[in-house]
């Protein structure tokens, strides 16, 4: 097998929230994708492996994308002095009209997935569109990026313009249906489906509990939108006056964590209520930072969630986050809970590095089981940083070197080797 | 003369703020340095004149960085936990203290000019340590790098290690003048002193007050800092107990623009009546927003400063900012305003990209004169992007492409040529 290897570098990890150790030329071993641990000697019963020497630079968890668009990779960047609702109706549905046409399809998601093949992630949860056949595109992409990965096809049946949405519960059900059947037929390895309403606003109830109990039948995790801008909430309560906040209106239909995993986007405005009920079921928090700062929504309480013990991931939300950079996203979200502290509670407490770190490892890489560290049973992801272009007095220690490659997001160029589930990817480089 | 020439691209600029304009296929013409406007067809008395044809690629005024510090870039990126005055003694100044040595400022300051050759900064107001002779070498080093910029040697003369102290204000501020002699033998054309408290905290009054002299006499241009972080404005308070507020401090001493132009970086928590006296005294504020949130510091409220038509550029505040990219910069004013909007002032209304945009070109470029469009008579500062890697579909307009190329940062990889006052640098990028 090619999976089974000794990896030799720095190797740092945090194996709890804000524990960050750092092995100095330490050894990690890959045995059929699994960790067997770190180890400052390679231990006796491995010896003979294929060793693979990066000694000097940084080895870290690949790391998780907790949320992002693919077809939104085409206008990233854009039209981003709109509000959410705004931003959807005049940026997001009209692009993602677009991928009813496979061919466009395929061209704009080769895009995203040499971009993903290239950043530092090895695990993401995905949005697709409303479009059966181009999200098994996507996903037959996504299958030879060397990701591992849980894709959507969107649903929604209101609210959006006409040709953006199913034509009813029924048939966007049985469209469901027929998806997760072509997905099984295609028998991928590393890329899943996940079901997708897109958000209450534009998911009928009825569409909603046929997405329940798809999702029960077939016992697949589920993601979607949650409290993310006031103006869709005040809307939510609208459309949904039995539910007793946002989430309850998922929860009633089966798609709250309750019989399936569940991941929600943002949580920027969660009552108490809602982070218990998060809490309660199970239900991980994709934490967004750029598409919370682009789309003016706020600063999601995250040192609270952390405190009530909700799990949280970090996720990019391209296109609203302007770049697949995770990297990136470790740093606004300690920038985030800085302004949090200073303008919203002092009493919160700002993200360290080696939290945000975790965050972007453990903390959303747990939504797809062992995943995110280097201890033994996890799953091998792995990044291999080569920061040398960075070392700019030759004296850093190696926790300033790491804190310093995800501020100068070295992801853009310093990659230069990934591997996701114990499979190395072949890297292109900017 | 090499710098008489046209230059053909899609021109983008904002003779005011908000006014974004883009010319299709246009020229504009340098004379000797200086801007002759744009045109649609090259008029008959520039004929003949050498054509630079980048047809299709953006151009935009070079962008101004009202706020940096130098000596910081060697350890960028590392030690963001901190907040300012902490992050000062553990970083700062200890980091600062190895430009005694000239050995030293002479390889960091190397690696810090190619950053900014290379960068789409063609103007830089720009702090060095208290030491004059690495300052000497920070601007050599900075003339030979295709920017303008203002350089100061820093003075310091309390609440610093020792290391880092001047001895008193009489040998500071003899130490400036022969800094000062020192740069006019140097006959530098495009690097210029700036008289460089480091800020009310470190400098006694007696320095300030000498520095003050120094600046009328020599009709020399003054920055600092002001109103960064709640412990630092109430360290002021203590310090300075006759001053009204923090930036009187610096007026009552002739270092409040009164006499000679003046920017300070920051102004977070200016109050009101400060507010009033840096519009009165036509003092430039340089807005860092990257800053302003690794050190928790807040959200300077922009809107408010624009509205009462007080000057206001952009700063990346290396090395509390992480990048020299003002494109960066750009996108990280907007999106803090945004957060101002929603957890703040919901009467301050976001910026817009083309307000931002502004404020990083003839924003912060009027500080050094008519600096920062292609207006008639402004000088000749011009950053040629190609971001033809990152059209994604081909049918974008040039207001999305040049929205997304600061979004998306293409001045690390795009930027492919460079004007600062009509002449061109040569470009290597990474």
């Given at each position: 097998?090619?999976?089974?290897?000794?990896?030799?570098?720095?190797?740092?990890?945090?194996?709890?929230?804000?524990?960050?150790?750092?092995?100095?030329?330490?050894?990690?071993?890959?045995?059929?994708?699994?960790?067997?641990?770190?180890?400052?000697?390679?231990?006796?019963?491995?010896?003979?492996?294929?060793?693979?020497?990066?000694?000097?630079?940084?080895?870290?968890?690949?790391?998780?994308?907790?949320?992002?668009?693919?077809?939104?990779?085409?206008?990233?960047?854009?039209?981003?002095?709109?509000?959410?609702?705004?931003?959807?109706?005049?940026?997001?549905?009209?692009?993602?009209?677009?991928?009813?046409?496979?061919?466009?399809?395929?061209?704009?998601?080769?895009?995203?997935?040499?971009?993903?093949?290239?950043?530092?992630?090895?695990?993401a949860v995905i949005?697709?569109?409303?479009?059966?056949?181009?999200?098994?595109?996507?996903?037959?992409?996504?299958?030879?990026?060397?990701?591992?990965t849980l894709v959507g096809?969107?649903?929604?049946?209101?609210?959006?313009?006409?040709?953006?949405?199913?034509?009813?519960?029924?048939?966007?059900?049985?469209?469901?249906?027929?998806?997760?059947?072509?997905?099984?037929?295609?028998?991928?390895?590393?890329t899943k489906p996940i079901?997708?309403?897109?958000?209450?606003?534009?998911?009928?109830?009825?569409?909603?509990?046929?997405?329940?109990?798809?999702?029960?039948?077939?016992?697949?995790p589920?993601q979607?939108?949650?409290?993310?801008?006031?103006?869709?909430?005040?809307?939510?309560?609208?459309?949904?006056?039995?539910?007793?906040?946002?989430?309850?209106?998922?929860?009633?239909?089966?798609?709250?964590?309750?019989?399936?995993?569940?991941?929600?986007?943002?949580?920027?405005?969660?009552?108490?209520?809602?982070?218990?009920?998060?809490?309660?079921?199970?239900?991980?928090?994709?934490?967004?930072?750029?598409?919370?700062?682009?789309?003016?929504?706020?600063?999601?309480?995250?040192?609270?969630?952390?405190?009530?013990?909700?799990?949280?991931?970090?996720?990019?939300?391209?296109?609203?986050?302007?770049?697949?950079?995770?990297?990136?996203?470790?740093?606004?979200?300690?920038?985030?809970?800085?302004?949090?502290?200073?303008?919203?509670?002092?009493?919160?407490?700002?993200?360290?590095?080696?939290?945000?770190?975790?965050?972007?490892?453990?903390?959303?890489?747990?939504?797809f089981?062992?995943?995110?560290?280097?201890?033994?049973?996890?799953?091998?992801?792995?990044?291999?940083?080569?920061?040398?272009?960075?070392?700019?007095?030759?004296?850093?220690?190696?926790?300033?070197?790491?804190?310093?490659?995800?501020?100068?997001?070295?992801?853009?160029?310093?990659?230069?080797?990934?591997?996701?589930?114990?499979?190395?990817?072949?890297?292109?480089?900017?």
């Amino acid at each position: 097998m090619n999976n089974c290897f000794i990896l030799k570098g720095t190797i740092c990890h945090t194996p709890s929230l804000g524990r960050l150790e750092i092995h100095e030329n330490a050894y990690t071993v890959c045995m059929d994708g699994i960790c067997e641990g770190i180890f400052d000697e390679v231990p006796p019963e491995f010896r003979g492996l294929r060793m693979i020497d990066c000694t000097g630079d940084l080895v870290i968890p690949g790391m998780t994308d907790l949320h992002i668009h693919a077809p939104q990779y085409s206008y990233i960047g854009t039209g981003m002095d709109y509000e959410l609702l705004e931003w959807l109706d005049n940026r997001t549905f009209p692009a993602e009209n677009c991928y009813r046409d496979t061919k466009y399809a395929e061209a704009a998601y080769a895009v995203f997935a040499e971009k993903m093949k290239n950043s530092a992630t090895t695990r993401a949860v995905i949005f697709g569109t409303i479009h059966r056949e181009s999200t098994l595109i996507l996903m037959d992409l996504m299958e030879k990026s060397g990701l591992v990965t849980l894709v959507g096809k969107v649903n929604m049946d209101r609210n959006a313009p006409s040709y953006l949405l199913e034509p009813d519960a029924e048939s966007a059900a049985e469209d469901t249906r027929r998806f997760l059947c072509e997905v099984q037929e295609r028998r991928y390895v590393r890329t899943k489906p996940i079901i997708t309403p897109r958000f209450v606003i534009s998911c009928s109830d009825a569409l909603m509990e046929e997405l329940g109990t798809i999702a029960a039948e077939k016992k697949l995790p589920v993601q979607s939108h949650l409290s993310e801008n006031p103006d869709e909430i005040e809307f939510v309560k609208q459309l949904s006056p039995e539910s007793r906040f946002y989430g309850d209106a998922y929860d009633r239909c089966g798609l709250f964590g309750r019989q399936s995993p569940c991941v929600m986007a943002h949580c920027v405005h969660s009552t108490e209520e809602e982070a218990q009920r998060i809490r309660d079921n199970g239900v991980y928090i994709a934490h967004c930072p750029a598409s919370n700062m682009n789309l003016a929504s706020g600063i999601a309480p995250i040192r609270k969630y952390l405190d009530m013990g909700i799990h949280v991931g970090l996720g990019t939300d391209v296109g609203a986050g302007h770049t697949v950079s995770v990297f990136r996203t470790v740093t606004e979200a300690i920038q985030v809970s800085k302004l949090y502290k200073r303008l919203v509670d002092p009493g919160a407490k700002a993200l360290t590095f080696a939290e945000s770190f975790y965050l972007a490892t453990k903390g959303g890489g747990s939504f797809f089981g062992r995943v995110g560290s280097f201890e033994k049973g996890c799953e091998f992801d792995a990044v291999v940083l080569d920061d040398s272009r960075e070392l700019l007095c030759g004296s850093e220690d190696s926790e300033s070197r790491l804190e310093r490659a995800f501020y100068l997001g070295i992801d853009r160029t310093g990659i230069i080797r990934k591997f996701a589930a114990g499979i190395e990817t072949e890297l292109y480089n900017e």
